[in-house]
């Protein structure tokens, strides 16, 4: 058959689980998948009170995503994907003993990532056995104690590694933090790494701070939100009620996205009774731009060439220009250096890389510029390139240049991504800590915090990889499979000799056996957590640096579980038998470690008073008073050069992307519903004319190669609405492309969005012919 004819064929055949869809986000789709979920997780027993607890002051802190909570509702805030979390934690289905003796740790490496999480909760201690290859129960005290036996008999401490996923509560992060660094250690390999460093490392050295610098009540306040590389329907559901309600005032919502996202155009709000019975929606995004993955520097570029341009024009027919000078002259240093490096930069340049027209860009500047106050929203799409770094400090650039930093209704939001990942960072977990606060770390419990630096992610893996590292213990997470490159990161995990998982949720990494691996179950957030003093509940921080109580109340999973704290301190006596920290009584009354925190961390003054308080508090974010924590005082203008992907043509770029039906790892089921895919992941998304170019055809087979023994092999071509030249794949299954090495050699963050590929009609296809 000719190739023309095949190609047609396959256009009007259908292909199995790919049909557009046309509705909304949200809607009455949602509200299906939430009772789908209830079902399928909790079935008719189980108490789904939790679901309509979630972000209340007096219920738990949704697990799903940083998106904080409107403190002006006290009615049920709905998210299907925060009912998905939820159900995920508080499901009916157990891995028991009996489920262990069942399966050996042979038999459940063949399991999908989705089978593993899906056979339930863990319910007691285990260890491999390697005598009968399953895991097999063990007290507590024995796992301690082996804990405390493997981490003792290292030759240096600096040989063990301590992840930390971003759903530890500020509590267990800081007693983690705090036991290992008596342990003598700094290795905080943290999921951040793999996140939003690139905020944590360039948002310091522009503005002086390392996070956001908005609240919630600034997006009422704004006259123009730009959305860049980041998809609210799935990962942040709560953030479209925001956007909706700001599109219906008005404000013009910018989106720069390769691919086109519903949660990010149309959304039916199942909270809006006349919505949800009407065949309308809200329209979100009031201009959308594809940019080429990769391409946002470029972009960015453009629009303060475009700015700079408009400005001139302005000046020269006697305006006051449209640069907030008294700002730029009060406030900030390195304008000089922005302007030359823009204006050398020229357009040809920058609409090949960012792939989007000259007009394009200046209608994006011309919105922006026309805005007295702009927020400026970004994810993954923006941090997780090799110049990741660079993109976070154009970002603030852009910001800078118009005052909109530190005034109401303008700044940087970056949409961070586990509950607690913020929170994490700002009770300790950092490979890199800072003198003031190892002093007061030290002064306060009476040890020796070490100072030399430690490992962030990629090195943690380089140095398991190389045996120099040979203990890892995980609180929470799912490292080996959230790391590129599997290849080498299961290698990396199979050389250990002591690996300890911290868990809700068996998964893949349990299944790289070290010499000794011990896996912990632990209460989830939803849960009751009774300690000596009673019961306890515990605190974390959002996305916009409020500090809030989060309460389970749910009957634990099983009556052998621990609570995160509990589990810290238990490792802690272990391995550190003459320790003089009151490990017990700390954990006997989290308020106690909550004065531990303030202590340490002076922002948490009245720590224990101020989050009893109904919605909490705000920590300061000097940025947000224009108060400037860089060494000179200022807000920093910084210049790079154009790097990036999306520079050569002809190259196909690929980003990796997260299903509606997923959360990280956890794949809770196999649909992408506004992305239109039901039933797989194995698709890859392309522009309908790259596949012409290839000879390809919409659902074709394809082989995807990005360099010796990294390919995606027979894989289905689905024609979406994508930029040109970019090509997308789901993570985790893409980290096979992506090479440990390949990553921003500022944050260290890999470059999960931008990998060099070559796609051809698959040779699996040639076989089956
Ligand atoms: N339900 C659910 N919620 C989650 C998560 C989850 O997996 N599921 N994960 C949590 C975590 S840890 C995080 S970090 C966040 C992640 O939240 P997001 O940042 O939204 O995550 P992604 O799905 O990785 O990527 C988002 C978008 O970036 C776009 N993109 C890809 N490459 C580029 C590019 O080069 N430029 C631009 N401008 N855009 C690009 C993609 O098309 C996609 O729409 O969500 C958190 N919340
Ligand atoms: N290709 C590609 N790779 C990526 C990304 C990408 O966009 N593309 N994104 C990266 C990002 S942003 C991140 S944050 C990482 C995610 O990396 P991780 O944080 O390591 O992974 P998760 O999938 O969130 O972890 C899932 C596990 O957490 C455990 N868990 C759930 N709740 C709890 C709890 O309350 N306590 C404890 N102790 N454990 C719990 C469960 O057992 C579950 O198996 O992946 C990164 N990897
Ligand atoms: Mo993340």
New binding site residues.
Partial sequence: MAKEDANQIAAHEPIRGVEPYDGPAGGWGALKAVAMAIRDQMGTSTDTRALLKMNQPTGFDCP???WPDPQKTSSFEFCE?GA??VTWEATAKRVDVAFFARHSATALWEWSDHQLEDAGRLTHPLAYDSDSDHFVPIGWDEAFARIGAGLRALDDPNQAEFYCS?RASNEAAFLYQLMVRAYGTNNFPD?SNM??EGTSVGLPQSIGVGKGTVTLDDFDETDAIFC?????G????RMLSTLSAAARRGVPIVV????K?RGLERFKSPQHPTEMLSPSSTQLASAYHQ??????SAMLKGMMKALFEADAADLAAGGAGLLDRAFIAEHTLGITDLRKDVEATGWEEITRRSGLSKRAIESMAEIYWKAERVILCY????T??ANGTANVQELANLLLLRGNMGKPGAGICP????SN?QGDRTVGITEIPGEAMLERLDAHFGITSPRAHGHAAVESLQAMREGKSKALISLGGNLAVAMPDPDACFEAFRKLDLSVNILTKFNRTCLLLAKETIILPCLGRTELDEQAEGPQWITVEDSMSMVHASRGFLKPAASDLKSEPAIVAGMAKATLPDSAIPWDWLVADYDRIRDAIEAVFPDFRDFNTRVRQKGGFRLTVGASERKWNTPSGKAHFLVHPLTGASGEEGALIL????S?D???TTIYGLNDRYRGITGRRDVIFAHADDLADRGLAHGDLVDIHAGPGRSLNGYTVVAHDIARRSL?AY?PEANCLVQLDDHDRSSGTPSY??VRVTMAHSSLAANAA
Avoid: F, W
Avoid at 234 to 237: A, D, G, L, R, S
Avoid at 291 to 296: F, I, L, P, S, T
Avoid at 379 to 382: P, R, S
């Fill in positions: 799903g995503c940083a994907n998905k979390a971003g999921c996140c939003h860049i590389g980041h998809n609210p799935t990962n942040h559901p720069a996205n390769p691919m996202e940019v080429r993955v990769g391409g946002d994810g993954m799409g923006i997780q390139h949409l961070r991504g586990h990942v980003t990796t992307i997260r509606h997923q959360y990280n997308a993570y969005k931008s």
